[in-house]
Every structure is written in structure tokens, then in C-alpha cells.
T-cell receptor, first 115, second 113 residues
Framework: KQEVTQIPAALSVPEGENLVLNCSFT??????LQWFRQDPGKGLTSLLL?????REQTSGRLNASLDKSSGRSTLYIAASQPGDSATYLC??????????????FGQGTILTVHP | DARVTQTPRDKVTEMGQEVTMRCQPI?????VFWYRQTMMQGLELLAY????????DSGMPKDRFSAEMPDATLATLKIQPSEPRDSAVYFC???????????FGSGTRLTVV
């Protein structure tokens, strides 16, 4: 059974800092890995998706890397802003049989960026 | 922007009542998921469908929960009878055939008193 772990559980940083969120998964036979953002009381917004054959994806100040063999991904946020405050969730999708596309989520990292 | 639409947005009901949540996936997406989110358990997969056929509902309490896709534009999640422990936010998500990219709805916040 796939298990996804995110470290740290919570992070508080001053505005302007570069930061790294970590995600690890136990079964490397994934189809893709996705990072989501969730604001309080809201749904999930997809930030970046990395296919299993890729090593990284970038969008603006966000960069996500994937090391499938070691079961790890990192989300790098450059020059953090108060508007980045949210919960960040990592999810992996399976690539086999009837579980194809099924997402397993980590517990999330609660990020607070203070001015 | 294409979006996944969930109704109702909020639902408060008494224990023992039937609850039905609805989801309209993005047109053309053939994979639909139902997730439940609680503080303790995080996001848990309840059921998912591909081309309207149920693929996995192992995360769903079978005695009280049921999920269906009567047509390609509607997915439903029903709880009967509801219990206080069912209080959570229920999310629907859809994805295209390639499952490259998932779109989540805004969720239904269920409170069972």
C-alpha cells in the first residue's frame, strides 16, 4: 500500500525566504506526482505535475523535483510572500491496472509566511 | 475556465438522515474521484469511476455509503443513514483519460448533528 509522508508538518518563515517542502513515498511505481495548494475552507488547486519520466517542473517561483528511485520529491518556493500561506499537499498517482490514476495524498505542510 | 461543480456547498443534517452530494465533472473527463477530508485522516479516497464504471470503492463504508454515475455529467455520493462521524469535507475531482492533471471541486462541507 502506497504511503506518502510530508515534512515538515508546519513551517513559519519571514517574507522573502526561499524554502523547501519535502515529500516521500514508499512505492516507486508511480505514474506521476502532483503538488497542490489548499487555502483554508477551499478546494485543492493544482500547482505542478511531474510525470514519472521527468525530473522537475517549474512554474514561476515554484520548482518541483522528483527522484523516483529514492521515492522523494521536493517543492522549492523562491522569495516567499504572505500570499503563499496555505497548506501544500503532495499526491502520487498509481500506474498499474485498475488503480491507474488513483491519488494517494500526504498529510500536507502548513506554510505561514509572515510580513 | 473549466471547473468541477459540487452541490451543495454546505449541508447540516441530523443523524439518521439521508445525504446526497452531487458532482458535475469537467466535460470530456472520463475519470471521477470522491475524496473525504478530515483533520485527523487527511484526504482519503472513497471511490472512483472510469467511463462511469466503478473501479475502486474500497475506501467507502459499504453499509451506508453508495456512489454512482448515472450519466457522464453527474456523479453522486449518498450516505444513508448519516452519522456524526461522517462530518467532513467531501471533494469530487475529475481527470482526462491520460490522468494528466486532476481538477478538484470546491467540496461539500457536511455536518451531521
Amino acid at each position: 500500500k502506497q504511503e506518502v509522508t510530508q515534512i515538515p508538518a508546519a513551517l513559519s518563515v519571514p517574507e522573502g525566504e526561499n524554502l523547501v517542502l519535502n515529500c516521500s513515498f514508499t512505492d516507486s511505481a508511480i505514474y506521476n506526482l502532483q503538488w497542490f495548494r489548499q487555502d483554508p475552507g477551499k478546494g485543492l488547486t493544482s500547482l505542478l505535475l511531474i510525470q514519472s519520466s521527468q525530473r522537475e517542473q517549474t512554474s514561476g517561483r515554484l520548482n518541483a523535483s522528483l527522484d523516483k528511485s529514492s521515492g522523494r520529491s521536493t517543492l522549492y518556493i523562491a522569495a516567499s510572500q504572505p500570499g503563499d500561506s496555505a497548506t501544500y499537499l503532495c499526491a502520487v498517482s498509481e500506474g498499474r491496472g485498475t488503480s491507474y490514476g488513483k491519488l494517494t495524498f500526504g498529510q500536507g505542510t502548513i506554510l505561514t509566511v509572515h510580513p | 475556465d473549466a471547473r468541477v461543480t459540487q452541490t451543495p456547498r454546505d449541508k447540516v443534517t441530523e443523524m439518521g438522515q439521508e445525504v446526497t452530494m452531487r458532482c458535475q465533472p469537467i466535460l470530456g473527463h472520463n475519470t471521477v474521484f470522491w475524496y473525504r477530508q478530515t483533520m485527523m485522516q487527511g484526504l482519503e479516497l472513497l471511490a472512483y469511476f472510469r467511463n462511469r464504471a466503478p473501479l475502486d470503492d474500497s475506501g467507502m463504508p459499504k453499509d451506508r455509503f453508495s456512489a454512482e454515475m448515472p450519466d457522464a455529467t453527474l456523479a453522486t455520493l449518498k450516505i444513508q443513514p448519516s452519522e456524526p462521524r461522517d462530518s467532513a469535507v467531501y471533494f469530487c475531482a475529475s481527470a482526462p483519460q491520460t490522468v494528466y492533471g486532476y481538477t478538484f471541486g470546491s467540496g461539500t462541507r457536511l455536518t451531521v448533528v
